[in-house]
């Protein structure tokens, strides 16, 4: 497979599950406003600022937007195409990523994208958003659930089908991770919280189903929520798929699926981070979390998932530029080394470990 055909892959169910995630998130911060009354513009503030933060878009934001208030956070984050992070420019770059691989993905897949791209850049989303935010994400977020159930149905498990694997539960790791860390500051910087009030179960209910998890966590928990139990069953639940520990797994089996690896060895650094991750989060528990405080711990986290994503890039899409005397020597060293006596196959940098060719379709070292 070509890098470039896997990056268009992984990228595009990246972004398809980043703008499932901000609707998510938005509507579930709308819908919480009906709770309360009489928000001053610093309790607005205080509410939506924290969603801004959570995506890292803070800077870009202030420099758009005089205040922070509703109508303007989800303007920043719906329908602006200056934010990378938005749901417009999430669908569109998602479509984009598509396009540049339309022979790899099925008819059924790239209607869809075409769809919701087509709904998106269309006047009936602004008027739907007017009059109806809840049915506006829904259909975001149905577009969304669809768009996965069709990779699933129709693409064939290749190489093509575990970068798409690994982008969304890389994505989906992130993005849970950073959900949760947007009630971070009612809580203690350190130590295991206490019970909370009931505007602060208010807002913990609201991070669980800005994820979908809210019944899966009363399934576990009952109704009652406490902020220590939030926080440990959106990231180290092993059965819950959005967790950060679910998601973690699935994106150490796609890398590991990718080159051929056995369980409990590596080929190339991403693998490496992954399975480090993944044992980190399997052998950790609620009082290790906070023993250090759930914002650092998120921030860790998040940092971890962005160097396994840079080692993926550099693993199998970005290859070293040789100038052309350099190229010239690395080839006439590599005649050298077949012509020896005893030269085995495996030897070739171009192979990884087992003799099977490196998914990208270029050398990759062993």
Not at 20 to 27: G, K, N, T, W
Not at 115 to 128: C, G, Q, T
Not at 318 to 331: A, G, H, K, T, V
Request: hydrophobic share 40%; aromatic share 10%.
């Amino acid at each position: 497979m070509l890098s470039r055909v896997a990056n268009s892959l992984y990228w595009m169910s990246r972004y398809i599950e980043r703008a499932e995630s901000i609707a998510r998130l938005v509507d579930v911060n709308i819908q919480l406003l009906l709770d309360f009354r009489n928000l001053d513009d610093h309790a607005l503030d205080a509410h939506w600022m924290p969603i801004v933060q959570s995506s890292g878009d803070e800077e870009l934001f202030r420099k758009l937007y005089p205040k922070t208030t509703g109508q303007t956070v989800t303007d920043f984050l719906v329908f602006n195409p200056d934010n990378t992070n938005s749901i417009h420019a999430a669908i569109g770059q998602a479509r984009e990523n598509a396009r540049m691989v339309r022979d790899q993905i099925t008819a059924e897949l790239w209607e869809e994208i075409n769809r919701v791209y087509l709904f998106l850049n269309s006047p009936r989303a602004k008027k739907e958003w007017r009059e109806s935010p809840y049915d506006f994400f829904q259909t975001i977020k149905s577009s969304s659930l669809l768009l996965q159930g069709l990779t699933d149905s129709t693409i064939v498990r290749n190489e093509g089908w575990f970068f798409i694997q690994a982008g969304r539960y890389l994505e989906r790791a992130d993005k849970t991770s950073r959900i949760l860390d947007v009630r971070h500051a009612s809580l203690p910087v350190r130590g295991v919280p206490g019970d909370a009030s009931q505007s602060e179960a208010l807002a913990w209910s609201a991070v669980l189903r800005s994820c979908s998890a809210w019944d899966a966590y009363k399934a576990l928990h009952g109704a009652e929520v406490q902020p220590a139990l939030v926080a440990e069953f959106l990231l180290l639940s092993d059965d819950f798929p959005r967790s950060v520990r679910f998601c973690v797994r699935h994106l150490d089996n796609a890398l590991r699926r990718l080159s051929g690896v056995a369980d409990g060895r590596f080929c190339n650094e991403a693998e490496k981070l992954a399975g480090r991750l993944h044992a980190e989060l399997q052998f950790s528990t609620a009082e290790d979390i906070f023993e250090i405080g759930l914002h650092t711990y998120i921030d860790i986290t998040q940092a971890k998932l962005n160097a396994i994503g840079d080692a993926l890039f550099q693993a199998y899409i970005s290859q070293p530029f040789l100038p052309p005397d350099d190229f010239e020597l690395r080839q006439q060293e590599e005649q050298q080394q077949q012509s020896l006596p005893g030269f085995r196959a495996s030897e070739n940098p171009g192979q990884i470990p087992g003799g099977r060719q490196a998914a990208t379709g270029h050398t990759l070292p062993a």
